[in-house]
């Protein structure tokens, strides 16, 4: 099973290659079943995400020395929020586009 592409992102950002991500989201998918019983509860997602999220500042932090971990992390975080906005940006375009179809048709109605 793939990676949420918000965490492939980052991965692959970070380093790590398309194995090493599959191979890091099921360990953090595991880990949240493990942690939460079944991948129906409701917070599974959100915690198999943030176990992804450590699993790839661990690999990608694992040979940097000591005095750089803090820029390896800022820099893999900042990808991650450009990435979010990314997203929010492209879901308020489609919220607006919506929006404004929805205007046309209640018009002509």
Known sequence: MRAPTNLHILATSAGLTDEAVVELWNEARAAAISELGDDSHPE???????????LIEDKATAEVPANLVPWVLFDIHMGMAIVEVRNSIKNAGGHVREYFANLRGNHAA
Not at 44 to 54: I, P
């Open 44 to 54: 599974y997602k959100r915690k198999a995400e943030g176990f992804m999220v450590r």
